[in-house]
T-cell receptor, first 115, second 115 residues
Framework: DAMVIQNPRYQVTQFGKPVTLSCSQTLNHNVMYWYQQKSSQAPKLLFHYYDKDFNNEADTPDNFQSRRPNTSFCFLDIRSPGLGDAAMYLC??????????????FGPGTRLTVL | AQKITQTQPGMFVQEKEAVTLDCTYDTSDPSYGLFWYKQPSSGEMIFLIYQGSYDQQNATEGRYSLNFQKARKSANLVISASQLGDSAMYFCAMIQGARGGKLIFGQGTELSVKP
């Protein structure tokens, strides 16, 4: 089945130690998103790629970076994780809309713990 | 600014009964899309139903229907014949913008289905 895959599902890191979360998709979608979801909160968009075009949200901290080496893969790098970065990180994909809007397909998420 | 409001933090429903989850939105853009997602305790966001701002008919997908009242800026989700597996967090979201678009989520409603 076509899907969005995130690895690892659970990640534990130490305060200040860089960490990379990965997302891959078999849907061949042009657009890939990274959302941060803190406990009992709604998901919040960090950035997205439209093909190779990177779109950063204005309030996304510089501590968060992303790479998309090809259509299938997208990475989220947290350069110096703080305790406040502990959250669920959700990757999503979508086709660009031709008419109306297309749903975003989400991966299972990576739950990040910062010690 | 765009905003989604879900005023019911938690809801209970008896198995096999119908339940309505409320969602209101605010936008000045005439073109937008409205989505409902289900998030079980495992964390994955599951797409349920979509309504475009120009759609004339209310969207339906199996047991899910969307009561779209454009003048009131509301997009309530109706789940008919509730099942135990419907227990989850439900998010209403709005999308705007070309080239990928950005999902703006409400705060969510936690639905508990009682046997």
């Amino acid at each position: 089945d076509a899907m969005v895959i995130q690895n690892p599902r659970y990640q534990v890191t130490q305060f200040g130690k860089p960490v990379t979360l990965s997302c891959s998709q078999t849907l061949n979608h042009n657009v890939m998103y990274w959302y941060q979801q803190k406990s009992s909160q709604a998901p919040k968009l960090l950035f997205h790629y439209y093909d190779k075009d990177f779109n950063n949200e204005a309030d996304t901290p510089d501590n968060f970076q992303s790479r998309r080496p090809n259509t299938s893969f997208c990475f989220l790098d947290i350069r110096s994780p703080g305790l406040g970065d502990a959250a669920m990180y959700l990757c999503a994909t979508s086709r660009p809309q031709i008419q109306g809007y297309n749903e975003q397909f989400f991966g299972p998420g990576t739950r990040l713990t910062v010690l | 600014a765009q905003k989604i409001t879900q005023t019911q933090p938690g809801m209970f429903v008896q198995e096999k009964e119908a339940v309505t989850l409320d969602c209101t939105y605010d936008t000045s853009d005439p073109s937008y899309g409205l989505f409902w997602y289900k998030q079980p305790s495992s964390g994955e966001m599951i797409f349920l139903i979509y309504q475009g701002s120009y759609d004339q008919q209310n969207a339906t997908e199996g047991r899910y229907s969307l009561n779209f009242q454009k003048a009131r800026k509301s997009a309530n989700l109706v789940i008919s014949a509730s099942q135990l597996g419907d227990s989850a967090m439900y998010f209403c979201a709005m999308i705007q913008g070309a080239r990928g678009g950005k999902l703006i989520f409400g705060q969510g409603t936690e639905l508990s289905v009682k046997p």
